[in-house]
């Protein structure tokens, strides 16, 4: 399983993991369990890439042994996050949810 683009900041720089997990759901409660600051990140959703195919709502989705699993930001539209009117950046929320979070990091200048 591998994380893509800021998911890694979640899990200290992690981006790379061995997980046996047989369905999406018990894939994020391993890796929530490992590494809790995820934990809400996936909760409120994140793109699921499994074998090539991309799923929004991937929550019951099969893993096989043999696939390749990829976790991706949520895919959304609009205005670079940070540079909108009230976005996390500019609000000092964490930048990925919008929040106070354990992965919080400080708004860019």
């Given at each position: 399983?591998?994380?893509?683009?800021?998911?890694?900041?979640?899990?200290?720089?992690?981006?790379?993991?061995?997980?046996?997990?047989?369905?999406?759901?018990?894939?994020f409660?391993?890796?929530?369990?490992?590494?809790?600051?995820?934990?809400?990140?996936l909760?409120?959703?994140?793109?699921?890439?499994?074998?090539?195919?991309?799923?929004?709502?991937?929550?019951?989705?099969?893993i096989?042994?043999?696939?390749?699993?990829?976790?991706?930001p949520?895919?959304?539209?609009?205005?670079?996050?940070?540079?909108?009117?009230?976005?996390?950046?500019?609000?000092?929320?964490?930048p990925?949810?919008?929040?106070?979070?354990?992965?919080?990091?400080?708004?860019?200048?």
């Amino acid at each position: 399983m591998v994380l893509i683009g800021n998911l890694a900041q979640l899990t200290g720089g992690v981006a790379e993991f061995q997980i046996s997990a047989t369905s999406v759901k018990h894939l994020f409660q391993q890796l929530a369990e490992l590494h809790p600051a995820i934990g809400p990140h996936l909760d409120e959703g994140v793109a699921v890439a499994i074998d090539g195919q991309i799923y929004q709502d991937a929550l019951f989705e099969p893993i096989a042994p043999d696939s390749e699993v990829f976790l991706l930001p949520q895919i959304a539209g609009g205005a670079p996050a940070g540079r909108r009117e009230g976005s996390a950046y500019l609000s000092g929320r964490c930048p990925w949810c919008s929040r106070a979070c354990p992965a919080r990091r400080p708004p860019r200048p």
